[in-house]
């Protein structure tokens, strides 16, 4: 079921995720909900960790095991802003 669109989003997200797959839906699911939301992708904890301090986002989906540097080792002291995913693999 399509989820429906709000009005313009104001807010910045960051995507934490070594899985393209992953990254891509939930990316997807976000476009589908807000309009002209700024998204950022990282694909490790240390690039993800970069993007956080330079974009500076609303919400962080962070992935808790990924190569490089994971979700339990990314701690910035923002944790109201991050939410921790883990798939089941």
């Avoid at 694909?43 to 956080?52: K, M, S, W």
Wanted: glycine letters at 6%; a positive charge.
């Amino acid at each position: 079921m399509p989820h429906p669109r709000t009005d313009r989003c104001p807010h910045a997200f960051l995507i934490i995720d070594d899985g393209t797959v992953a990254r891509t839906t939930l990316k997807n699911h976000l476009i589908a909900m807000f309009t002209d939301c700024k998204i950022s992708e990282a694909v490790n904890g240390a690039q993800g960790l970069f993007l956080f301090f330079k974009k500076k986002p609303d919400l962080v989906f962070l992935d808790m095991l990924m190569p490089i540097m994971d979700g339990r080792a990314d701690r910035t002291g923002r944790a109201e802003r991050v939410l921790p995913l883990r798939s089941a693999r």
